[in-house]
């Protein structure tokens, strides 16, 4: 059987002929050194040991480990520097090499997809030096790599590649570029008397700069619940961050790129503004991608998530039959979602809105929710399934803990606004109001808030409250009505919109 072609830059191994070719021309490689080529290739860009390499390059012949060294060389000399200015083989200290961007469709092609970031979770310092804090460190260090690579928006560098770098404290940058990654997570163990802290740092690999820190304090005796809610919530907080310091580098460095990766980055920020304007913006460039790459899950899910959202908000459609096109780009977003969690948890909530496709939606939601318990998104996302299809309890339990491992992130009004939704099909509307308060203070621009706070202001009688919040709504999106709202939402329970659509009837929203 004749293996793949394997490209990568401008270059392409050629095993059934055994040669490197470069724009066409064969590059000057022995039979060695190719053999050499072909199994950091076969790595995929992890980091193999040096043992590895020349067993798996000269399974048949005896080679001292100075020869391996000779022949990166050389591999590194005829490959020349890649495209960034980085050699294509890096050297990992005390672990062996990593050949960068390897894979068989890899590329560093400008209009192409650029490699997501990736993450090294470094070995958390013990400052007081006892084997216990030292053992529990390291358990948090896997625990928190295994939470982190359920994340499909980054890749997370293995353990033993990490972990070469246990007691010693080199300059971050020059880590982060040995080990080929965007971010750094490091922390320390301290003990004081019974209780141990835990502190975790997000640090920016290109500058080391620190993204975010934050500090965790627990009994000793309890370690194992310290130890996992460390995990769950340093795994909740640092996608956000890292999320965010995207958005902003794909502004600083890529502005205008068309490639996917930043495409997806432009139309998030977009969507996160809660504009109709920029809504709109945000689907035509996700559009713009899915012409280069139609079965590109990411784009698909949030092309379906523009398109939901301006049905749920009641503003006006973008073509001629929005809500058949939403349908359409979920169930193509689940086609490839290979069990992406965010991908799963987008095209769930457009099932359950706008295409009223109710128990499939529930499924996708749970089942996001299965594989990335630790993203934000989707646990609103599980949250909004119970609130409509399920238990109210579960609903709330579930935007309770988004807020709480991430009160202050960007995000934040979703789970507030959800649990203000779950007072007010309860009929407990003073409750309601106060958590829409929150949900405002949040994010000003979210429609279903207002809502809230006109409907349960209207129901207490407080009607000067509720008019100001309904001008408020009306500045937002002009065109709502009853109707409108009425037809995002789900209707497999009408009893879980009555109070809500009833409150803003009183209040005086035109019905449609």
Not at 207 to 227: K, P, V, Y
Not at 333 to 357: N, P
Request: hydrophobic fraction near 45%; charged fraction near 25%.
């Amino acid at each position: 059987m004749v293996e793949p072609l394997h490209a990568f830059g401008d270059f392409v191994l050629d095993p059934d002929r055994g040669l490197l070719r470069r724009d066409g021309e064969p590059v000057g490689l022995g039979h060695r050194g190719l053999a050499l080529l072909r199994a950091l290739l076969e790595a995929q860009g992890e980091v193999v040991s040096k043992a590895y390499l020349m067993e798996r390059a000269w399974p048949d012949t005896i080679v001292e480990e100075s020869n391996l060294t000779v022949q990166i060389a050389s591999l590194r000399k005829a490959l020349g520097p890649a495209p960034d200015g980085r050699e294509w083989i890096t050297t990992i200290p005390r672990t062996g090499y990593r050949l960068v961007i390897a894979s068989p469709l890899a590329t560093y092609a400008a209009d192409m997809m650029p490699i997501r970031p990736a993450l090294a979770v470094l070995p958390f310092a013990n400052l007081d030096g006892g084997p216990d804090q030292d053992y529990f460190a390291d358990g948090v260090v896997n625990d928190i790599i295994t939470a982190l690579s359920r994340f499909r928006s980054f890749a997370v560098v293995a353990r033993h590649s990490s972990f070469a770098y246990k007691g010693s404290f080199p300059d971050l940058r020059l880590v982060a570029k040995e080990l080929g990654v965007s971010y750094l997570l490091k922390g320390s163990v301290r003990r004081s008397g019974d209780r141990l802290r835990i502190a975790a740092h997000l640090v920016d690999g290109d500058s080391g700069i620190h993204l975010w820190s934050q500090s965790f304090d627990g009994e000793i005796g309890d370690l194992f619940d310290f130890q996992d809610r460390i995990t769950e919530s340093v795994a909740t907080l640092v996608e956000p961050h890292i999320r965010t310091a995207e958005i902003e580098r794909s502004r600083r460095e890529r502005s205008g790129s068309v490639a996917a990766y930043d495409i997806y980055l432009q139309a998030l920020a977009k969507i996160s503004t809660e504009s109709e304007k920029e809504n709109a913006e945000a689907y035509a460039l996700l559009m713009k991608g899915l012409e280069a790459e139609p079965e590109n899950a990411l784009l698909l899910s949030h092309a379906a998530w523009t398109l939901e959202h301006r049905h749920t908000m009641g503003w006006p459609p973008l073509g001629k039959d929005d809500v058949r096109e939403c349908a359409a780009l979920a169930r193509r977003g689940l086609e490839h979602a290979a069990g992406d969690a965010m991908v799963m948890a987008h095209c769930g909530v457009a099932l359950l809105q706008t295409a009223k496709d109710y128990d499939w939606a529930v499924a996708v939601l749970h089942s996001a929710a299965e594989a990335n318990p630790n993203n934000l998104m989707v646990v609103v996302r599980a949250g909004l399934a119970h609130l409509h299809c399920g238990s109210l309890e579960e609903a709330l339990a579930l935007f309770q803990r988004a807020n709480r491992l991430s009160p202050g992130d960007r995000g934040a009004h979703f789970s507030l606004c959800g649990i203000a939704d779950v007072h007010m099909v309860r009929g407990d509307y003073a409750e309601a109001i106060s958590w829409a308060a929150r949900a405002l203070a949040s994010n000003p621009n979210f429609d279903p808030t207002l809502w809230v706070l006109i409907a349960a202001n209207a129901h207490l009688g407080r009607m000067e409250e509720a008019h100001r919040h309904l001008r408020g709504l009306k500045r937002l999106a002009p065109a709502v009505t009853i109707a409108r709202i009425r037809a995002g939402q789900p209707a497999k329970d009408p009893t879980r919109t009555a109070a809500l659509l009833e409150g803003l009837r009183k209040a005086g929203l035109e019905e449609g």
